[in-house]
């Protein structure tokens, strides 16, 4: 469907190539016949240009997407024959799966508690390194961003070790100072696996809201701190009348950058460090649709958590736009 | 006197989160030295002696270096698939008007806003129909498409700076619109592709969920599968070093790249995160 509609695209199309091509024309003008050619070719070149990677992206991205849609009507165990049309079953089993709303409850504790810890540190940080004159500045930028480049594995297995009940740092330190009775096998506890996963979740991912920060506080004109100054604000003011509100785009865009990708994402450091245990008190949404539809083989129950998390994480963005309307302030 | 207690109060959080980053990469590089029964005795100290035996462990018994190789596969097919496909798009989108020009650019960016693990489980299937199911070729596809979006969205971000007159003078001269994107643009833009192809690397290189979906045999393996299944075999088999040493290989290739790209990594990501 997406490639006829290209081809009646470049069927109906009258448009120049831009300012290059009507020159062309001018200068080909007299010579009737090149005109139709060149325009002839002009298509050529778009549909070389364009429909190798719209087929591949069809195929790859579109194709499995509004596939997935259609999976989630059938009850399928993988092999080709044994797939049966049921309907909104899947969705009526859905709404009575107990492991369901735990998962959906688990995702937005992520979302909140990743959203209000990397902001808060994200935009201290960013304020210490612009405002405040510090010459090794540029050393924490690079040691602050590294981890956002680290595979998820590397990061998930490194944290678990932290984590380790026995060997792990954490409890190392709690121990050495004198909070034995602190210490527990977080990754292993029920009430301790989610709250531990949000650490890593963090640790790898202040950097770059930190440069997003900064990109945005170098912008702002020195004149309005030296106003507020004139005026007496005290720093602690000027972060709250000045910086944040000029600021406030960027963190704007941080925030619904970290529910995105958190409600897309966040299955995989569940995968890598509890796998959904212990007893289902980790389970994500994505953690839940891989179990279901890889390891149980219920590819058309899976199918119907994938739609329940597009469904869900188009809505979070939609509500969060709403509520973020506060427009760029000018002074 | 009170204005060196502010700074010391200031710098303090940032000494803290440094060393909370620094320390625990570090530590992994010195248990990738250490012998199980450092570990085990000395976890996060130093070792009395350096010994490369994880390395050889992990390269032999486990099967690293078919990992490695893999990985290398997967990074280089998928990142050189991935300009091919986006490069003459991005210049399309960007140079030539058409009809539709202004939907399909949206089509793409919408894409990196939409979870894609719906996607997997029908992906699972096509793949297997095209018998491109654990094989690293059909993942180098899977990873070259899913970074589709980003990459033409930067690319036609750098492509917007080249000045018009140039492919102007240059069509004027002759030049066929195919030599204009070869001759002209794909050059003049080097920067940006760079940019995007150190992004893709790193992103195929750590990928892991993907190929834990469509890899599954354990000569197919890329590096983070590897890793994964020796983290889980050592709560068994206790091969602790080992496991760091893999995790030091894995992510030596990553430091290196940030060593010397370390700007452009940087600024590529916030920009692709801010205007995506």
Known sequence: MEQAMLRRKFDTERTGYKSQCSREQIYKAEKGDTMVQSKKQKYLFLAFCLVPTMIMFSIFTLYPLFNGLYYSLFSWSGSSSAAEFTGMNNYVKLFNDSIIPRTIFHDYFLVVTKVFGIMILATFFAVALTQLRIKEAPFYRIVFFFPNIMSVVVIGILWSFIYNPSLGLINSGLELVGLDSWTRPWLGSEDWALPSLVLPSVWAGIGLFMLMLMGGISNVSKSYYEAAEIDGATEWQQFWKVTLPLIWPQIKISILYIVITTLNGSFIIVQVMTGGGPNNATHVMGSYLYQQAFQQYNFGYGATIGVMILILSLITVLIMQFFMKREKVEY | ?276
């Open chain 2, 1 to 276: 006197m009170k204005k060196l207690l502010s700074r010391i109060v200031i710098r303090l959080p940032l000494i803290l989160w440094a060393i909370a980053v620094i320390y625990p990469i570090l530590w992994m590089f010195i248990g990738a030295f250490k012998s199980n029964a450092e570990i085990y005795a000395n976890p996060w100290g130093l070792p009395h002696v350096f010994n490369f035996q994880n390395f050889s462990q992990a390269w032999n018994d486990y099967n690293i270096d078919t990992s490695v190789f893999n990985s290398l596969i997967v990074t280089v097919v998928g990142a050189l698939l991935t300009l091919i496909m986006a490069i003459p798009t991005a210049y399309a989108l960007e140079r030539i008007v058409f009809k539709g020009n202004r939907f399909l650019f949206t089509l793409y960016i919408s894409a990196m806003m939409i979870p894609t693990v719906l996607g997997w489980i029908p992906l699972f299937f096509l793949l297997m129909q095209l018998n491109l199911l654990d094989n690293i070729f059909g993942l180098s596809i899977v990873y070259a498409v899913s970074q589709l979006p980003f990459s033409i969205f930067v690319l036609t971000s750098f492509m917007g700076t080249i000045p018009k007159a140039l492919e102007e003078s240059a069509a004027m001269d002759g030049l066929s619109p195919y030599g204009v994107l070869w001759k002209i643009i794909t050059p003049l833009s080097m920067t940006g592709i760079i940019t995007v192809t150190i992004m893709n690397a790193i992103q195929f290189w750590n990928e892991y969920f993907m190929a834990l979906i469509f890899l599954q045999s354990e000569e197919n393996y890329t590096l983070a599968l590897a890793i994964d299944y020796i983290s889980n075999e050592a709560e068994y088999t206790n091969a602790w070093g080992t496991l760091f040493a893999s995790l030091a290989i894995a992510i030596i290739p990553v430091i290196v790249l940030y060593a010397i790209f370390q700007r452009r990594i940087s600024k590529g990501m916030t920009e692709g995160a801010i205007k995506g």
